[in-house]
């Protein structure tokens, strides 16, 4: 299974953006990328997912690479609600399951 | 995090005990998922499922069964509770790979 690589904490300030960036050397070509978010102990939120090209929705926008070895969350304008932890996550292919596979994500802490 | 509901929210066991823990959707969907997650870690998928009567391991299977009779619902066994199985427990759903998958707000066990 595919693994990711993030920062283990960021900080951003209130208003800004906030990018949040994510390593998957070893994703394979049908293999997507997604990002969920999670607040406390809540289940975890999703956010975005993309396979190849860049994505925007109304939380956030993720870009990613043209080799696909790495993307970016972004956050354009962070809230103090936003502090969270983020996941990003290579999900497996429908052979084997479409399994969400979480490393230990990137803890986002946003100041005032 | 409509649409997944995992019951019971909250339970102590004593070690050796065994319980079920339920988890049902009602939105059609084919992929049901179970997770752990230990304080300060990630999830970790422990069985998962991509359709009615079928049911896989994860990365941490040991210690738990499984079985999806209904496609509305996943159940997740301790036959015999170790203090090791501590955990909050996450259920999920998601009707393909290429969408979103949708989180329960988990269930909080401990055993003493």
């Known amino acids: 299974d595919a693994k990711t690589t993030q920062p283990t904490s960021m900080d951003c300030a209130e208003g800004r953006a906030a990018n949040l960036p994510c390593n998957h050397s070893?994703?394979?070509?049908?293999?997507?990328v997604y990002w969920y978010r999670q607040i406390h102990s809540q289940g975890p939120q999703y956010i975005i997912h993309?396979?190849?090209n860049n994505e925007t929705n109304e939380m956030a926008s993720l870009i990613i690479t043209e080799d696909r070895k790495s993307s970016t969350l972004i956050l354009p304008h962070a809230t103090l609600r936003d502090t969270a932890v983020y996941y990003c996550?290579?999900?497996?292919?429908?052979?084997?399951?479409?399994?969400?596979?979480f490393g230990q994500g990137t803890e986002l802490s946003v100041k005032p | 995090n409509a649409g997944v509901t995992q019951t019971p929210k909250f339970r102590v066991l004593k070690t050796g005990q065994s319980m079920t823990l339920l988890c049902a959707q009602d939105?059609?969907?084919?992929?049901m998922y179970w997770y752990r997650q230990d304080p300060g870690m990630g999830l970790r998928l422990i069985h998962y499922s991509v359709g009615e009567g079928t049911t896989a391991k994860g990365e941490v299977p040991d210690g738990y069964n499984v079985s999806r009779l209904k496609k509305q619902n996943f159940l997740l066994g301790l036959e015999s509770a170790a203090p090791s199985q501590t955990s909050v427990y996450f259920c999920?759903?998601?009707?393909?790979?290429?969408?979103?998958?949708?989180f329960g707000q988990g269930t909080r066990l401990t055993v003493v």
């Open positions: 996550i290579v999900r497996v292919a429908h052979n084997q399951g479409g399994k969400l596979i």
């Open positions: 999920a759903s998601t009707p393909s790979m290429n969408t979103e998958a949708f």
């Open positions: 070893t994703i394979s070509g049908n293999e997507y």
């Open positions: 993309g396979l190849k």
């Open positions: 939105m059609n969907h084919e992929y």
